[in-house]
């Protein structure tokens, strides 16, 4: 069926790196938009990133920009966020989410989710 | 950016109806159909429930409806059921290109 898989979560330093990844399956990566959103423990959703079904466009909310480098490989089907200068803040469970419709604009409408990552800064 | 505004807590018996508020400004909720809402169970990923405002996915209950009135979008739940005992998020398209959730409303069905 229609899947998302997360993976490359674990414990890292404040200042340090990590990049997650998301393996899609069962439908047509290339028609859709990704997005990353996360969700700190007992905390409320948060949006991350999202890229353009063919990578074109790429946007970021305010607290990652210019740390976090969303970006997607076609020929692997596969969803990447690459993390750098992470802080205790960036601690959450990390997930990939699939935009429902094929559009250009940033609905927000996510049809399908993965199981999520869990990311832990500290030292 | 601040989070859309949503009540942290609203409940209701069964049979009965409830309704969230999600409450933005006119560079994102108001200013864009483009509003979403989801339902969380604990230890599980969201579920989209409501999109483009009043938009139901399929096979979604037609218990779930969505509508909204200048910077205020809402979610009633009509029929409550006690599956439907959640957190529930809004989400809004914002004049940044970015994407704004709310807080979250923990909904208890006594």
């Known amino acids: 069926q229609v899947q998302l898989v997360e993976s490359g979560g674990g414990v890292v330093q404040p200042g340090g790196s990590l990049r997650l990844s998301c393996a899609a399956s069962?439908?047509?990566?290339?028609?859709?938009?990704m997005h990353w959103v996360r969700q700190a423990p007992g905390k409320g959703l948060d949006w991350v990133a999202f890229i353009r079904n063919d990578g074109s466009n790429k946007y970021y909310a305010d607290s990652v920009k210019g740390r976090f480098t969303i970006s997607r490989d076609k020929s692997k089907n596969t969803l990447y966020l690459q993390m750098n200068s992470l802080r205790a803040e960036d601690t959450a469970v990390y997930y990939c989410?699939?935009?429902?419709?094929?559009?250009?604009?940033?609905?927000?409408?996510?049809?399908?989710w993965g199981q999520g990552t869990m990311v832990t800064v500290s030292s | 950016q601040s989070a859309l505004t949503q009540p942290a807590s609203v409940s209701g018996s069964p049979g009965q109806s409830i309704t969230i508020s999600c409450t933005g400004t006119?560079?994102?909720?108001?200013?864009?159909?483009?509003v979403s809402w989801y339902q969380q169970h604990p230890g599980k990923a969201p579920k989209l429930i409501i999109y483009?405002?009043?938009n139901r996915p399929s096979g979604v209950s037609n218990r779930f409806s969505g509508s909204k009135s200048a910077n205020t979008a809402s979610l009633t739940i009509s029929g409550l059921q006690a599956e439907d005992e959640a957190d529930y998020y809004c989400?809004?398209?914002?004049?940044?290109?970015?994407?704004?959730f709310g807080g979250g409303t923990k909904l208890t069905v006594l």
């Open positions: 483009d405002v009043s």
């Open positions: 989400s809004s398209y914002t004049i940044s290109n970015t994407l704004l």
């Open positions: 069962e439908f047509t990566f290339t028609n859709y938009g």
């Open positions: 989410a699939k935009d429902l419709l094929i559009t250009m604009i940033l609905r927000g409408a996510f049809d399908i």
């Open positions: 006119s560079s994102d909720v108001g200013g864009y159909n483009y």
